[in-house]
């Protein structure tokens, strides 16, 4: 529509223009003949041209194009970003359950927030999110904001251990005569609330109680272990060692 309403300008100037250059004339410019007239109208004509001419260039330096999304967003007057991200906890035994928590100012309008927990596992999105690390090791574990003109990102440490808690583990005795009955125990921090216990005697033989006893038949060295797992899913394991002698017949006397 403005390039039509451009050209019947233009056209309708260059048609003044033309139409006193040629159009009006008196008898008196006549009479002074052909030459005199062609004279008088050449600067005319000249001059509305330039005119008509100006005045397309003061329409067109009128019309600007419309500003783009980019300026129109006013960008440059966010504040800069700026992430506060926290885990809680930050170390425990497998499997650690973490809860990672992030507060996050300045910038534009719609970020997006995401989680990489460094153990390969799929991202999380949001300012709150939840974690379960099964295995040992330590992670870094990293929240990445971006938007328009926004890549930022913060980093927080994972300590998670091969147990989740302390557990001390007895024997007595842990050495004698066969056939030798041993009494175990294990104890544990009242605090971790209900606790499994799993004893194998490293003769084939198991039990699932605290305190437990067993009997040791044959000679030989075992290895009782303790395994312990919270209602997380958490477990701490511990070792005994068990010296079985062959028996001794008392001398008669």
């Not at 033309?18 to 003949?33: F, K, L, N, R, Y």
């Not at 300045?106 to 991202?123: A, E, H, I, K, T």
């Not at 003109?149 to 024997?171: K, L, R, Y």
Request: net charge negative.
């Amino acid at each position: 529509m403005v390039r039509v309403s451009r050209v019947l300008l233009v056209a309708t100037l260059i048609g003044v223009g033309g139409w006193v250059a040629g159009g009006c004339s008196t008898d008196e410019s006549a009479v002074e003949g052909k030459q005199g007239a062609a004279a008088a109208t050449t600067p005319t004509a000249s001059a509305f041209a330039t005119r008509s001419h100006l005045l397309v260039e003061n329409l067109q330096a009128r019309i600007t194009p419309r500003a783009t999304a980019a300026e129109d967003d006013g960008s440059d007057d966010y504040d800069p970003v700026t992430i506060n991200a926290d885990a809680d906890p930050t170390s425990g035994g497998a499997p650690l359950t973490v809860n990672f928590d992030a507060e996050v100012s300045g910038g534009p309008p719609n970020m997006s927030y995401r989680w990489d927990f460094g153990d390969s596992s799929p991202l999380g999105h949001g300012l709150h999110v939840q974690h379960v690390y099964g295995r040992p090791g330590e992670y870094t574990a990293t929240l990445r904001v971006t938007g328009f003109n926004v890549d930022e990102a913060q980093e927080v440490s994972i300590d998670v251990d091969e147990e989740g808690f302390d557990v001390d583990a007895n024997a007595d005795p842990d050495i004698g005569q066969a056939p030798l009955a041993v009494q175990f125990s294990a104890d544990v921090d009242e605090d971790l609330g209900p606790v499994s216990f799993r004893w194998d005697f490293g003769d084939g033989a198991q039990d699932v109680s605290n305190p437990t006893n067993h009997t040791y038949r044959l000679p030989g060295e075992y290895t009782a272990t303790l395994t312990v797992t919270n209602g997380k899913g958490q477990h701490a394991i511990r070792e005994i060692q068990i010296q079985v002698d062959p028996h001794e017949e008392a001398d008669d006397q």
